[in-house]
């Protein structure tokens, strides 16, 4: 029972982003049904051999997007069986042959969850997959742009505007060249903070509950 909670956690993720993401349906749905649309196949080349333009949505590659779906919702009300995951993996890679944008900014994270289904213990597979997700978004932060971004998404921040304008840029600015503003010493440290953060704490999701 506890191994169907798993699985059914893990399904419900990735068809939650699949039809809505954080932006709704008009964003993770209605783009992809609509023929003529743009899209991203991930081979092109082998794309192009049963429609003309690989880059434009048609109605085979609509198809297999809906079949996607189709098997998403029907592992939602039925048992998910090592058979229904075959199918549910097959699709998911048949949908990202032609549309790469599946593996996107939002649902990226869900899609990869889709790897817990290789491991007979589906909690091992999320823990080995999230400590792998979590590690690996550190990693990619552990770059000089990142004090930028820190400094950029504060700024556009509800607490910014909260703030006095002078406040938060002298907290998160370096005034000393005026001619070019740079991330000040704070936000430097809360870009490594949270590299740090995001490679350390998932190691205690390999750790046995209790």
Same mark, same amino acid.
């Given at each position: ?7 059914? @956690? ?113 909690? %091992? ?22 004090? %930028? ?20 840029? %002298? ?14 010493? @704070?936000?430097?440290?809360?870009? %490594? ?10 190691? @205690? ?6």
């Amino acid at each position: 029972l506890q191994e169907q909670y798993i699985r059914n @956690f893990v399904v419900y993720n990735v068809l939650f982003v699949t039809v809505w993401s954080l932006q709704g349906p008009e964003v993770a749905f209605l783009p992809r049904v609509t023929p003529g649309a743009l899209t991203s196949p991930l081979l092109p080349g082998l794309v192009g051999l049963v429609q003309k333009t690989p880059g434009k949505r048609s109605v085979l590659s609509i198809a297999t997007y809906l079949a996607y779906v189709a098997a998403l919702t029907w592992a939602m009300v039925f048992p998910i069986t090592d058979q229904l995951v075959q199918v549910l993996c097959g699709m998911c890679a048949l949908a990202l042959v032609f549309d790469v944008g599946l593996m996107g900014f939002t649902s990226c994270d869900s899609v990869v969850m889709m790897f817990c289904f290789l491991f007979r213990d589906p909690i %091992w597979g999320c823990q080995v997959v999230l400590l792998m997700m979590w590690v690996g978004n550190g990693l990619g932060k552990a770059t000089p742009a990142w004090k %930028w971004v820190i400094s950029g998404i504060f700024k556009h921040s509800l607490l910014a505007s909260c703030l006095p304008h002078r406040m938060w840029k %002298w907290c998160f600015l370096d005034f000393s060249n005026s001619d070019k503003p740079t991330p000040s010493l @704070f936000s430097r440290f809360l870009a %490594w903070q949270g590299v740090g953060l995001e490679i350390i704490f998932p190691i @205690f999701c390999m750790f046995p509950s209790g």
